[in-house]
């Protein structure tokens, strides 16, 4: 009928704690603000370390029977508890000299300065039990967790390369770096969370304190997947709640390697992955849109001359040298006016001559802007007849001929261009009839056709 006495006392351990480090820290306390020879918190100081002593004791007794009935591991807890009974003891022993005294005895601010030190180690080492060793840690910039030896780097996770990912080590090349990624940081040698370790395929196989969590073939009966599968709130779901949680597609890969064997032969290929499930760790490098290449900045009296003459010149980017030059507001920019942008020729990659007086002729001369990427000739007298001088410009990437008298045949020269992507002709010549091959580039001249649904054709 009473058994539930003791249980429940153990339960007020983390309650009861506080008394002994509040009493005892405020009587050490008095002990330093106590001048020499003043005898005036004397009294108050037995007191407290009487009290102090009392409710460690009693803090004691109940952490013992926590330890006892909650299923805590002598090894974890054996440190707290020994640290625990020295500070009832130097609380005693502190009590018995100072009561027997009528002035403070040798020493007594330096035997109470070691109280307050055990008292300290064993809070820490209580805190360490319920919050984990590296609670103080994790909060820690990372040149400083790495100065005390733990390296709690978060780590990139899995990254699939494009081409030929099905011959990849299923294990170690995708199973170990998700883990590495989720779960390395509580379940490794320094950190051995349920006694698990799983930084290699054989530590994994080593299991935990409840055993094996891998069964090949079953990943239901495997805790590897089976516990990141239950609900957020459960328990035993893994991650702990409040962690950092693996994209489902990461769970994914981890069931179907375990329903393939869980084997540390297997290749990735050899599992029937659905694209989606892989899609999300594709690699894929982002090309920056302006060319790779570094070039000095352009002058600023060159920027000065060429905004007094009317052009608008301005830098694409803050952490670039290339230019922006627009003709909005020199619209009677001609083939002869080149030379004003000669300075600059090699920071321009935005090059705006929309509603220009340019010929033809201009295209020998932007052939000599070795880095290009974006032309407007909108609304120029250009006819499209040598336009494939534009050929020799690397980077060109989109070429503008709104409005412009150019023909099928002057763009088709630039099929195979390098690098050109897209050309833009509305209001054009240009028609679709006429474009037998699909180009090397796109192209959009703005006769939009939808393509036919079904549903047009159904009748209610
Ligand atoms: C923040 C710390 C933390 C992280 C991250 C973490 N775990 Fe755990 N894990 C624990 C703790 C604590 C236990 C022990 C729980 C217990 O005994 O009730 C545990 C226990 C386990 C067990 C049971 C071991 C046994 O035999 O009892 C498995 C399996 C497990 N974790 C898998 C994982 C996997 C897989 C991941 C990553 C997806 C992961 N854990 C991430 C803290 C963590």
Redesign the pocket.
Known sequence: MIDFILPLFGRFHPILVHLPIGILTFGIILVFLSKKGSIQYLDSIRLAFLLGGVTAVLSSISGFLQYQNEGFSWDTVQFHLIFGWATVFASFWLFHEINKSTSFPKNFKVKSAGLFGLMLITGHLGGNITH?EEYLIEVLPTEMQKILGYEIEPEKGLVLPEQGWEQLAYYDQVVQP??NQ??????NPKNL????D?TSYEALMN?????S?LTGGNPDAS???S??ILPKED??H???KD??Q?EKEAIEL?KAWIELGGNITSKLGEANIKAETLEPFFHRVEKPFYPEVSVEPASLESLAQLKSEGFFAEPVSESSNWLMISCVNFQGFADTDWSKLNPIKNQIVYLDLTGTQVSDRILDSLQTLPNLTVLKLNQTGISGSTLETLNSNQYLKHLYINKTQVETDGIKILNNHPSLEKIFAFDTPISEAEIQENFSFYLEIGKYKLPALPTDTIEY
């Open positions: 984990g998700i883990i989720n779960c390395k940081s509580c379940h969370k349920g006694e698990l799983l299991g935990g304190e409840d055993g969590i805790p590897l997947y516990k990141l328990d035993e893994m991650p702990p962690k950092k693996p981890i």
